[in-house]
């Protein structure tokens, strides 16, 4: 081992065991030569080293100081088998790609970061999503293009701002997504929902809706929809764009999970609207991760204007590092790369939750989808608190599906299952255990 890689590795050694803790200043480097021995410019290339990590920083004539103590460390083996988080796979990510587009945008645009940027994101940024978007069967303008902090403040925008219709009820399918439940319960904002399973949606209904209340969007997810996991018919989106038609309804299409499909001809709602009534999100929460907090929203021309209003007494702009940095990521080809190994980790372990469904729960109605979550419509005289309980003693984690409802609709008759977090070869294992509980007279009423 040369000189310089055993300091480094002792000063890591150091750091990592406490010694210097985060803030703590090293030893000169006048101290450190004697230390170990050797040349200043040997020392000066271990700190480089570190300091390349991010582990120090130097500080102009004062010394070199810890930046964080902590240690990545892969997640060590558990046994619980997790089916209650929808959460990334996050040690699958390949992070180190994406810092050095971290470090590579501050590099690069160091005077764009101290601007507070432009009201629909960063150009370069757009231009790059237009390209992105069309692999999805998304054509559309750059204009149309808004980058958000993630699809969250799109969806707080899209609830509070007025609409061309004049109209002020949101249409919501039943269950939906958990986060946006949360967000109309907490505005207060004026609600319906309608029910969805994984056979599809009333479309009677859907248009009695639309004729009879002020509806001002739909908000649906057509693919792979949360917690169902089931997705929409060519027939069924249809129907709901001709219905959006007739009655001047607008459509919010949350096509999350769109990196996912392994079906080239699933297109999405936004690739047969011939009326600039869909609304297009997409989010980067699965195939990256949460904390990137950047969304696209595709708009019609109708709302662009104020939508763009509304955005900059928001937050101006979404944070500048993570768009430069997510430009980079697509520019060079990481971002499909990524996609390709991340999307066959998930469509892994997606067959293998099929699967095992069919083989174990077939009695149950569930979604035919090959997708990473899934659901079974339970008996109505399930008791749903003894079968978590029961489960979680045999270490299998649930949630309940509260979130995901409407207080006026909630039944606790869906069990969900997502593999997200749970390794391939405890799937089977884990829904086998469900099976087996299920029978056991002892949860029900």
Known sequence: MLKYESIYQSLLMQIQSNKFSTGAKLPSIRDL???YSCSKSTVLTALKKLEAQHIIYALPKSGY???????????????IIDFASSAPTWHAFPYKEFQHCINKAIDTYQEELFRYGTP?????????????LESYQVFTHEEQIFITSGIQQALSILSL??????????????????????????????????????????LGRLEQLF???????????PRFHNPLGSSYSKKEKAAILQLAEKYNVFIIEDDYLADFDFNPKNDPLFADDLHDKVIYLKSFSKIMF??????????????????????????????????????????????????TKVSTIYHTRAKILHQSIQDYLPAYESSSEIVMHNHIQLDKRMNFKSLVYQLQNQGIQLDSVKRN???????????????????DNRIQEGILKIARALKNPQNYF
């Open 161 to 202: 701002m007025p609409f061309p219709n004049n109209r002020s009820t949101i249409l919501v399918e039943q269950p939906s997504y958990h986060l946006y439940m949360d967000l109309l319960k907490t505005l207060q904002l004026p609600v319906i929902g309608i029910q969805r399973t994984a056979k599809g949606i009333d």
């Open 290 to 339: 949460p904390g990137l907090r950047v969304g696209l929203a595709v708009l019609p021309p109708s709302i662009l204007n104020i939508f763009q209003k509304y955005k900059m007494t928001t937050d101006i702009d979404s944070s500048m590092i993570s768009q430069a940095a997510l430009y980079l990521y697509l520019k060079n080809g990481i971002y499909e790369h990524n996609k």
């Open 65 to 79: 100081y810890v930046v964080d103590n902590h240690v990545f460390k892969t997640p060590s083996a558990t046994d």
């Open 120 to 132: 629909n994101g960063w150009p370069p940024l757009i231009a790059a999503s237009k390209k992105l």
């Open 33 to 35: 030569t004697q230390q």
């Open 211 to 221: 004729h009879k209340k002020e509806i001002k969007f739909f908000y649906t997810m």
């Open 405 to 423: 409802y409407l207080d006026d609709f909630y039944q606790e008759r869906i069990l969900k299952l997502n593999v997200s977090n749970v390794e």
